[in-house]
T-cell receptor, first 112, second 114 residues
Framework: GENVEQHPSTLSVQEGDSAVIKCTYS??????FPWYKQELGKRPQLIID?????GEKKDQRIAVTLNKTAKHFSLHITETQPEDSAVYFC???????????FGAGTILRVKS | DAGVIQSPRHEVTEMGQEVTLRCKPI?????LFWYRQTMMRGLELLIY????????DSGMPEDRFSAKMPNASFSTLKIQPSEPRDSAVYFC????????????FGQGTRLTVV
């Protein structure tokens, strides 16, 4: 089955700096790669996603890149702000309908 | 729609007791997932239903865990007997039909087994 690895497990950045979180997946048939943000005590919520027919997608300060050949994808947050502090999860899916397999998560701390 | 609804929000139980977690997916969503979240293992997929049928239960840790979806608007996750290592936050998520669509999570149930 699909296996998703996510790095780093924790990341601290200074406010205004960029943050990058990387994920790799094992199933070459996966074609959907969403990213979820989970604030303390709350549920995970989708922030951005990318499908395998594109290599990059951007939404204001966040962007995702996908390298299907290498089976890895990344989340980039620019001009980080304290409210970006949260746990971020990557996921992969598509082979088996809507099944999503998540990475272990990255705790992002933005220091002001 | 009120979103995915889980109950209870918090559950504290003694080791050996039966625990039942409940989930009401968003109306019209065809897929339902149960995930377990811990600091050590992140978000683990336990079981996945499509049109009320269990499709993949390979993530269910042991026979002590069972899940049912008797109809499109209700699912349960049962642990019997419960153990302290089952302590975690359990999330239910639902997805509408069609490929590559957003998963909507419930608020989660924080389970503590003492």
């Amino acid at each position: 089955g699909e296996n998703v690895e996510q790095h780093p497990s924790t990341l601290s950045v200074q406010e205004g700096d960029s943050a990058v979180i990387k994920c790799t997946y094992s199933d070459s048939a996966s074609n959907y790669f969403p990213w979820y943000k989970q604030e303390l005590g709350k549920r995970p919520q989708l922030i951005i996603d990318i499908r395998s027919n594109v290599g990059e997608k951007k939404d204001q300060r966040i962007a995702v890149t996908l390298n299907k050949t290498a089976k890895h994808f990344s989340l980039h947050i620019t001009e980080t702000q304290p409210e970006d502090s949260a746990v971020y999860f990557c996921a992969a899916g598509g082979r088996y309908g809507n099944k999503l397999v998540f990475g272990a998560g990255t705790i992002l701390r933005v220091k002001s | 729609d009120a979103g995915v609804i889980q109950s209870p929000r918090h559950e504290v139980t003694e080791m050996g007791q039966e625990v039942t977690l409940r989930c009401k997916p968003i109306s019209g969503h065809n897929s339902l997932f149960w995930y377990r979240q811990t600091m050590m293992r992140g978000l683990e997929l336990l079981i996945y239903f499509n049109n009320n049928v269990p499709i993949d239960d390979s993530g269910m840790p042991e026979d002590r865990f069972s899940a049912k979806m008797p109809n499109a608007s209700f699912s349960t996750l049962k642990i019997q007997p419960s153990e302290p290592r089952d302590s975690a936050v359990y999330f239910c998520a639902s997805i509408p039909d069609g490929p590559n669509t957003e998963a909507f999570f419930g608020q989660g149930t924080r389970l503590t087994v003492v």
